[in-house]
């Protein structure tokens, strides 16, 4: 069996990670969650009150900092700087900054360089919003993965209230289908089905489906 990459894209709360993670895990891969970086970059710029427009800034914050993925029972745990910030990644303040640090090219330089390190002996799922088309231009399989918005932010609400987090369905829409059109609409890397992707729309799939969708494909690679 090959050790392929698994390059998976998508907007906000399609499932990605939850089904990347459950693919990983089936294959004895690595599961790699782009956005979890880009998230920790906001959270430690919003700690250090770094204005989230200055480029130059946070491209000298990043370079200074250590961002690191370790999978754990409870699912991927981040480390910034060697403190766990799992939760705080999480929060809806970074939600809702989140795609104006991800704008700046200077950051996804530095994070996409780590990324393809990562990445660079194959055996990986890794989400995100600009893989198959920038991060893993050659993954073996590329899946673009939807959802209708309002399923998305339906998920997203019980998503929240598991963790404990206060949301309002409505608010939960507006924020999503506003982090899409800032995702979609940037200049650098911006989400977009890659050509040789294959479209999975999981509306109406279980997670349990979707995963044995993707896998189904795997095997067909390796
Ligand atoms: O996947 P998640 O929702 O955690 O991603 C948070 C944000 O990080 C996205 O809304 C997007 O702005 C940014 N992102 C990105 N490129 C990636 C992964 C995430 O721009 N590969």
Same mark, same amino acid.
């Given at each position: 069996?090959? #050790?392929?990459?698994?390059? @998976?894209? &998508?907007?906000? %709360?399609? &499932?990605? $990670?939850? *089904?990347?993670?459950?693919?990983?895990?089936?294959?004895?891969?690595?599961?790699?969650?782009? %956005?979890?970086?880009?998230?920790?970059?906001?959270?430690? /710029?919003?700690?250090?009150?770094?204005?989230?427009?200055?480029?130059?800034?946070?491209?000298?914050?990043?370079?200074? +900092?250590?961002?690191?993925?370790?999978?754990?029972?409870? %699912? =991927?745990?981040?480390?910034?700087? &060697?403190? #766990?910030? +799992?939760?705080?990644?999480? $929060?809806?303040?970074?939600?809702?900054?989140?795609?104006?640090?991800?704008?700046?090219?200077?950051?996804?330089?530095?994070?996409?360089?780590?990324? =393809?390190?990562?990445?660079? #002996?194959? &055996?990986?799922?890794?989400? %995100?919003?600009?893989?198959?088309?920038?991060?893993?231009? #050659?993954?073996?399989?590329? @899946?673009?993965?939807?959802?209708?918005?309002?399923?998305?932010?339906?998920?997203?609400? *019980?998503?929240?209230?598991?963790?404990?987090?206060? $949301?309002?369905?409505?608010?939960?829409?507006?924020?999503?289908?506003?982090?899409?059109?800032?995702? +979609?609409?940037?200049?650098?890397?911006?989400?977009?089905?890659?050509?040789?992707? @294959?479209?999975?729309?999981?509306? /109406?799939?279980? @997670?349990?489906?979707?995963? =044995? /969708? *993707?896998?189904?494909?795997?095997?067909?690679?390796?």
């Amino acid at each position: 069996k090959k #050790n392929i990459q698994i390059a @998976i894209d &998508g907007p906000a %709360g399609a &499932g990605k $990670s939850t *089904i990347a993670k459950i693919v990983a895990e089936a294959l004895d891969f690595t599961y790699i969650d782009t %956005g979890a970086m880009y998230r920790a970059v906001t959270y430690k /710029a919003m700690q250090q009150n770094i204005h989230l427009d200055d480029e130059a800034k946070l491209a000298e914050m990043l370079a200074a +900092s250590t961002i690191d993925l370790k999978p754990s029972p409870q %699912g =991927q745990l981040v480390f910034l700087d &060697g403190h #766990n910030v +799992s939760a705080d990644i999480r $929060s809806n303040e970074v939600t809702s900054s989140v795609s104006q640090v991800a704008a700046h090219a200077k950051v996804r330089e530095l994070l996409v360089a780590q990324q =393809q390190k990562l990445a660079a #002996n194959g &055996g990986v799922v890794m989400d %995100g919003r600009d893989i198959a088309t920038h991060v893993l231009k #050659n993954a073996e399989l590329k @899946i673009f993965m939807s959802a209708t918005v309002e399923e998305r932010a339906r998920r997203r609400f *019980i998503d929240n209230q598991k963790r404990g987090i206060d $949301s309002s369905l409505e608010k939960l829409q507006e924020e999503i289908a506003l982090r899409d059109k800032k995702d +979609s609409e940037r200049e650098a890397s911006p989400l977009i089905q890659a050509e040789d992707a @294959i479209f999975l729309d999981t509306t /109406a799939l279980s @997670i349990d489906d979707a995963a =044995q /969708a *993707i896998l189904k494909l795997a095997e067909e690679k390796m």
